[in-house]
């Protein structure tokens, strides 16, 4: 799935941008300033950015030459229509479009479609991203940071439904259903263990994301960002 990142300090321009990104099958993250939305671009894998010019802390010219700093997307900046003249300033710092506020919102959706299809960026790609963790399903690869792993069959399947599928509770039976099939024969503690070792791999790199125990449930998936 493709992730924007999404920074505007109004808080209801952050909400309409992000459902529409959203109902468009983004997966979207937010900030409302742009340190946070630094930090979470250094934290999380990050497809696109839709920003705001003016924020506390950090404005969008200059986080926008932070990001391209050690990361080439697709930016899009947002400003008013009294800072239609900084739009020099804007395309010096590294952004690749402007949009005026007010402005529709399918309209923003068309551009970045566009800037996407531009860098080459597969809306239809089959990685699936939680935090820094990125799962290949075609290879069958689990990349986190610069490192990759090649899992068990079953271990693979269950973190990547459980990806898929980020926080939402299932129980063992669910899960069991999901990943080893309604053909499946004893006992449903193994995704007890299966769980463990998933724990045990990615326990000491991957901070922003958690395997939970739900108690009286089974597990979930959480995603700190």
């Known amino acids: 799935m493709v992730t924007i990142l999404v920074a505007d300090d109004d808080v209801h321009i952050l909400e309409l941008v992000s459902l529409t990104l959203r109902d468009a099958g983004y997966d979207v993250l937010t900030a409302k300033d742009g340190m946070e939305a630094l930090s979470i671009a250094k934290k999380q894998v990050i497809d696109a950015a839709v920003l705001d010019v003016m924020m506390p802390f950090m404005d969008g010219f200059e986080l926008t030459k932070e990001l391209r700093k050690n990361i080439d997307l697709p930016i899009i ?48 790609s089959d990685v699936l991203k939680a935090g820094n963790l990125m799962i290949y399903t075609a290879s069958f690869k689990v990349v986190v940071g610069n490192e990759t792993f090649f899992l068990p069959p079953k271990e693979f399947e269950l973190l990547r439904f459980l990806v898929a599928n980020k926080r939402q ?10 990943v080893w099939g309604l053909d499946f024969v004893g006992d449903t503690r193994t995704v007890d263990v299966h769980v463990k070792r998933l724990r045990e791999h990615f326990r000491d790199l991957v901070e922003d994301i958690e395997i939970k125990t739900v108690r009286g449930v089974g597990y979930m998936l959480e995603v700190y960002a």
């Open 77 to 124: 900046l947002l400003t008013a229509k009294n800072q239609i003249n900084d739009k020099a300033k804007g395309y010096e710092s590294g952004t690749d479009d402007y949009l005026v506020k007010p402005f529709d919102v399918q309209e923003l959706l068309f551009r970045l479609k566009a800037l996407l299809r531009r860098y080459h960026v597969q809306e239809d």
């Open 169 to 178: 509770a299932f129980t063992r039976e669910q899960l069991i259903e999901h």
